[in-house]
């Protein structure tokens, strides 16, 4: 069974920053790709980001520019950095690890099948 687990979420005000982090099992880390996605009401789960087991990132276009992920392999985490967040980026925000070994980045949920907890994000004045 594998086991993620999220931390950083909180409440920023508009323009601010936070670090998100992804701390999953060191067998886990080495041989599979993870991915950031979001949760609001009524919508499907979204891709964010994802970083590859050889550490390329990729970012969905709606965050380019604002969200960088990177990975710690020391530690057998990955980083999601908000910076500049807006009233529309709220939500929960999960990490998970994908399907297949050595995958590429991909974004769609459905390639995903370890989930960590969650953790919310929530931007407002």
């Known amino acids: 069974q594998v086991h993620l687990v999220e931390s950083g979420g909180g409440l920023v005000q508009p323009g601010g920053s936070l670090r998100l982090a992804c701390t999953t099992s060191?067998?886990?880390?080495?041989?599979?790709?993870i991915g950031w996605f979001r949760q609001v009401p009524w919508k499907e789960r979204e891709g964010v980001s994802c970083?590859?087991?050889?550490?390329?990132?990729y970012n969905v276009d709606s965050f380019k520019g604002r969200f960088t992920i990177s990975r710690d392999d020391a530690k057998n985490t990955v980083y999601l950095q908000m910076n500049s967040l807006k009233l529309e980026d709220p939500g929960v925000y999960y990490c998970a690890t994908d399907r297949a070994p050595w995958s590429g980045c991909r974004t769609l949920a459905t390639f995903y099948n370890y989930w960590g907890q969650g953790t919310q994000v929530t931007v407002s004045s």
């Open positions: 060191r067998s886990t880390f080495e041989y599979y790709a």
């Open positions: 970083i590859s087991v050889d550490g390329t990132p």
